[in-house]
């Protein structure tokens, strides 16, 4: 079955740096989306992508998927403490469920 | 707020018990996934309803069911409870069945199994 792998696993990053989280989905995706989850919080969607190549922004975050439609990633500029969570991605295969990555956990440091 | 609700927020119960989680998706909503989040761990999807009907399934035990009624709640069923069943389990709606749609997630229901 379509598998989504996420790395890395953790990240721990100085107030200002900058971060980025990759996505690799082991079958072609129809469309991948991005979730955000704080701690002690419920996933919450920052961001759908669905043509071959889309970079998409959203302020300091940025959002691009590969050219295949099996790869994205999430880049964060100057990050802040309101960054802090784990960032799940999710691929769709046409008209099947979403599959979640194992998620980046973000922490930054003040 | 998703306006997706969840209860209860909190359950605490022994092996072998049974469990019952519910769901109130979004107003319009007709779609209701739901998840399971073992600590630290990913989201694993457990089964999706759309207007009624099962439409999706995702690694779902035999000991799990869940079904969703014609006002669109959801309930899932957990049935002979053992320790790893402990979890946060997440419901989240959507407004159709298909591709492309955003997911909005309820607050969770954290089981813990002793």
């Known amino acids: 079955g379509q598998q989504v792998m996420q790395i890395p696993q953790y990240q721990h990053v100085q107030e200002g740096e900058d971060f980025t989280t990759y996505c690799n989905s082991s079958?072609?995706?129809?469309?991948i989306q991005w979730y955000k989850q704080r701690p002690g919080g419920h996933p919450v969607f920052l961001i759908q992508l669905v043509k071959s190549g889309e970079v998409k922004k959203q302020k300091r975050l940025t959002f691009q998927f590969g050219e295949a439609k099996k790869n994205s990633s999430l880049h964060i500029t100057a990050t802040q403490t309101t960054d802090v969570g784990t960032y799940f991605c999710a691929g769709q295969e046409s008209r099947r469920a979403l599959t979640f990555g194992s998620g980046t956990r973000l922490q930054v440091q003040p | 707020d998703s306006g997706v609700t969840q209860t209860p927020k909190h359950l605490i119960t022994a092996t072998g018990q049974r469990v019952t989680l519910r769901c109130s998706p979004r107003?319009?909503?007709?779609?209701v996934y739901w998840y399971q989040q073992s600590l630290d761990q990913g989201l694993q999807f457990l089964i999706q309803?759309?207007?009624?009907?099962?439409?999706a399934k995702g690694n779902i035990l035999e000991r799990f069911s869940a079904q969703q009624f014609p006002d669109l709640h959801s309930e899932l069923n957990l049935s002979s409870l053992e320790l790893g069943d402990s979890a946060l389990y997440f419901c989240a709606s959507s407004s159709s069945s298909g591709s492309y749609n955003e997911q909005f997630f309820g607050p969770g229901t954290r089981l813990t199994v002793l």
């Open positions: 309803y759309y207007n009624g009907e099962e439409r």
């Open positions: 107003s319009g909503d007709l779609s």
């Open positions: 079958t072609t995706l129809s469309n």
